[in-house]
T-cell receptor, first 110, second 112 residues
Framework: KNEVEQSPQNLTAQEGEFITINCSYSVGISALHWLQQHPGGGIVSLFMLSSGKKKHGRLIATINIQEKHSSLHITASHPRDSAVYIC????????????FGKGTKLSVKP | NAGVTQTPKFRVLKTGQSMTLLCAQD?????MYWYRQDPGMGLRLIHY???????AKGEVPDGYNVSRLKKQNFLLGLESAAPSQTSVYFCAAREPSTDTQYFGPGTRLTVL
């Protein structure tokens, strides 16, 4: 079974700082996902990556398949970015089942 | 277009009681999932369905049953609730072309 590890577990930043959240996994995958869980509990998908890099607004996600590692970067962080960021990997099966990390809780202070 | 909805949002049960959580989607996706989220742990897959009339076990299926009688609905049942089933339950539907899962808002269940 794939093990998904995220670091750090908790992160506090000042508004405007550049933020990096890391994710590593133990077994080769077909895709990696980054999700955001709002303080109210809702979960939304941010990115799906199988190689390289993707950018959406101030969010950038990268993946290194050889090193089994992905990073999520937030540029010019803002208090509204405060949330739990979750990394998940697809196990490669046709069902698209995800294996989730425990999440990184980000708090951005004004 | 509501996406994925869950009913109820909150529920308190006594040990041994039964209940059904309803998940509904209006996106016509084949794949649907039930997860539970517990403090300090990642989301864990309970059961999933790859289409109407089909269900399969996930990582933590014990104590739960599911049914997918209609494509748009995925029901999660607890026949005899236990305190260990206190959790937040999320339903999701997957769009295969983008491999994106759309989550419902969650149901917070407390079993006393």
């Amino acid at each position: 079974k794939n093990e998904v590890e995220q670091s750090p577990q908790n992160l506090t930043a000042q508004e405007g700082e550049f933020i990096t959240i890391n994710c590593s996994y133990s077994v080769g995958i077909s895709a990696l996902h980054w999700l955001q869980q709002h303080p109210g509990g809702g979960i939304v998908s941010l990115f799906m990556l199988s190689s390289g890099k993707k950018k959406h607004g101030r969010l950038i996600a990268t993946i290194n398949i050889q090193e089994k590692h992905s990073s999520l970067h937030i540029t010019a962080s803002h208090p509204r970015d405060s949330a739990v960021y979750i990394c998940a990997v697809t196990d490669g099966g046709s069902q698209g089942n995800l294996i989730f990390g425990k999440g990184t809780k980000l708090s951005v202070k004004p | 277009n509501a996406g994925v909805t869950q009913t109820p949002k909150f529920r308190v049960l006594k040990t041994g009681q039964s209940m059904t959580l309803l998940c509904a989607q209006d996106m016509n996706h084949e794949y649907m999932y039930w997860y539970r989220q517990d403090p300090g742990m990642g989301l864990r897959l309970i059961h999933y369905s790859v289409g109407e009339g089909t269900t399969a076990k996930g990582e933590v299926p014990d104590g739960y049953n599911v049914s997918r009688l209609k494509k748009q609905n995925f029901l999660l049942g607890l026949e005899s609730a236990a305190p260990s089933q206190t959790s937040v339950y999320f339903c999701a539907a997957r769009e295969p072309s983008t491999d994106t899962q759309y989550f419902g808002p969650g149901t917070r269940l407390t079993v006393l």
